[in-house]
C-alpha cells in the first residue's frame, strides 16, 4: 500500500499550484541544422508573442556551450501559468527534431529539474550538481509583467472555483465516459 496521498483541499492545492514554468530548447551546438532550427523556433516565439498568442520570455541568452545543468546548446523561455498550455501545445506541434525540457519554477530548483520535469522529444542527462536544493525566495521572473507570482491576485476565488467545479460535476452526470469525483 502506498504511503503517498496527494493532496484534495482545494485551499491548499491552489495556494501551492505553480505560476511559472521554463522550457528549455536544446540543440546540438555544433549541428549547424539543428542550431538554426533552435534559432528559428525562438523567433517563431517572440513572433507569437508579439502578435499576442501567448506570453512566453525567451532569455536574451543562447548559450552555445553547456551551461548548468544542461548538457548541450540551449536557451530558456520563461513561461506564466496563464500561458502554460498554448506554448506548451505550439513547441510539442514545432519542435522539429528538438528535444525541450519543461519543469516549473519553485523553491526546490534541483526537484524541478530532475523529479517534476517533462520532455518534449527524447531526454538529455542532467549535471544536477550545481543546483540548489532548496531556496528561501521564490524564484520570480519579469515582475513587471505582473504574471506568475507576481499577479496581484488568484484569476478565481476558492468560491469561484468550488461554484466552476459544482457545474462542472453536473454537466458530466450526463457524459458516460466520465469518471465521477468521489463523494467525500
Not at 8 to 28: A, T
Not at 38 to 57: E, K, N, S, Y
Request: some cysteine; charged content about 25%; hydrophobic content about 40%.
Amino acid at each position: 500500500m502506498s504511503d503517498y496521498h496527494p493532496p484534495s483541499d482545494l485551499g491548499e492545492v491552489v495556494n501551492s499550484e505553480v505560476k511559472e514554468w521554463h522550457f528549455h530548447i536544446y540543440f546540438h551546438q555544433r549541428n549547424a541544422d539543428q542550431h538554426q532550427a533552435a534559432l528559428d523556433l525562438r523567433d517563431a516565439v517572440l513572433r507569437l508573442r508579439r502578435d499576442g498568442a501567448f506570453v512566453a520570455v525567451p532569455l536574451f541568452r543562447v548559450n552555445t556551450d553547456p551551461i548548468g545543468p544542461h548538457p548541450i546548446g540551449s536557451y530558456e523561455i520563461w513561461v506564466p501559468a496563464t500561458s502554460f498550455s498554448s506554448v506548451f501545445s505550439f513547441l510539442c506541434m514545432n519542435r522539429g527534431s528538438l528535444s525541450i525540457l519543461v519543469h516549473p519554477l519553485t523553491r526546490e530548483a534541483r526537484k524541478d529539474h530532475e523529479l517534476r520535469n517533462a520532455w518534449i522529444g527524447p531526454p538529455f542527462p542532467l549535471d544536477l550538481s550545481a543546483l540548489p536544493v532548496k531556496t528561501e525566495e521564490l524564484p520570480i521572473q519579469y515582475p513587471s509583467l505582473k504574471l506568475g507570482y507576481s499577479a496581484p491576485e488568484p484569476e478565481f476565488t476558492l468560491d469561484q472555483r468550488r461554484r466552476i467545479g459544482a457545474n462542472l460535476e453536473r454537466i458530466l452526470k450526463g457524459e458516460k465516459e466520465a469518471a465521477r469525483a468521489p463523494m467525500n
